[in-house]
């Protein structure tokens, strides 16, 4: 069982930076894809950065290089560095996570199996 806990959200200004942490725990084997997505208020969820156990990561365009997935597997850890914050990047962040059908593969728009409880992030203009 893959169980995801978030935490770092927040407020920052328009330009500024916020980086959300998560500890991920139970994922197994190199098909394991971590991540995040966010869902703003009247949105639907959308993907936002995967990163495969190579450490390989994969963007959506609205985030790329803006944003960096990065992993800790030592520590179990995920995070999201976000940096130059525009207001439509306000939303509810979730941590995921799922089973590839092949190693080392992440899509954006893979099933996602597993959640965290989110974390909110409000960027003003």
């Known amino acids: 069982q893959v169980r995801l806990v978030e935490s770092g959200g927040g407020s920052v200004q328009s330009g500024g930076s916020l980086k959300l942490s998560c500890a991920a725990s139970?994922?197994?084997?190199?098909?394991?894809?971590l991540g995040w997505f966010r869902q703003a208020t009247g949105q639907e969820r959308e993907g936002v950065g995967l990163i495969n156990q190579k450490g390989i990561a994969t963007y959506a365009s609205a985030v790329q290089g803006r944003f960096i997935v990065s992993q800790d597997s030592t520590k179990k850890m995920i995070y999201l560095q976000m940096s130059d914050m525009k207001p439509e990047d306000t939303a509810m962040y979730y941590c995921?996570?799922?089973?590839?059908?092949?190693?080392?593969?992440?899509?954006?728009?893979?099933?996602?199996?597993?959640w965290g409880q989110g974390v909110q992030v409000t960027v003003s203009s």
């Open positions: 139970g994922y197994t084997d190199s098909r394991s894809c």
């Open positions: 995921a996570a799922y089973y590839s059908s092949f190693s080392y593969r992440c899509s954006l728009h893979d099933r996602v199996e597993y």
